[in-house]
């Protein structure tokens, strides 16, 4: 059963405005996603900007909003086959638990300037 969706899409151009400034990257995302896109420049910059959106459609999809639990609780990395999946730690994994949720389904996208993400939670 699906318990919550959330969408949200992001201006590139303000992850570059935050990458300018000293800790603030640091501050909204977990160290793997930073050792995974820092890396590759402006490609980076695109996927750090569709991984923000996805955070923010997860408190969406929660219904809760961002409330409760630090942005850093939440990685999205991709698996072997380049599948974004969510990893959520602390107080965003027990938000999940108190809606129900067992599963949860991400989709991103990015263009130069645009990046979006869509989640969908699902219950038993």
Same mark, same amino acid.
């Given at each position: 059963?699906?318990?919550?969706?959330? !969408?949200?899409?992001? #201006?590139?151009?303000?992850? &570059?405005?935050?990458? &300018? !400034?000293?800790?603030?990257?640091?501050?909204?995302?977990?160290?793997?996603?930073?050792?995974? %896109?820092?890396?590759?420049?402006?490609?980076? !910059?695109?996927?750090? $900007? /569709? @991984?923000? $959106? %996805?955070?923010? /459609?997860?408190? &969406?999809a929660? =219904?809760? =909003?961002?409330?409760?639990?630090?942005l850093?609780?939440?990685?999205?990395?991709?698996?072997?086959?380049? &599948?974004? *999946?969510? #990893?959520?730690? =602390? *107080? %965003?994994?027990?938000?999940?638990? *108190?809606?129900?949720?067992? @599963?949860?389904?991400?989709?991103?996208?990015?263009?130069?300037?645009? $990046?979006? %993400?869509?989640?969908v939670?699902?219950?038993?």
């Open positions: 059963m699906i318990l919550g969706i959330g !969408i949200d899409v992001v #201006h590139v151009y303000r992850l &570059k405005r935050w990458e &300018k !400034i000293p800790g603030l990257l640091q501050r909204f995302f977990h160290d793997d996603e930073l050792r995974v %896109a820092l890396p590759k420049g402006e490609g980076g !910059i695109l996927s750090l $900007a /569709a @991984r923000f $959106a %996805a955070k923010e /459609a997860f408190g &969406k929660l =219904g809760t =909003g961002l409330h409760g639990f630090s850093k609780e939440i990685a999205v990395m991709n698996d072997e086959l380049g &599948k974004p *999946q969510l #990893h959520l730690y =602390g *107080q %965003a994994q027990e938000s999940l638990e *108190q809606l129900g949720g067992t @599963r949860v389904f991400i989709s991103l996208s990015h263009e130069r300037d645009n $990046a979006l %993400a869509m989640v939670i699902e219950g038993d």
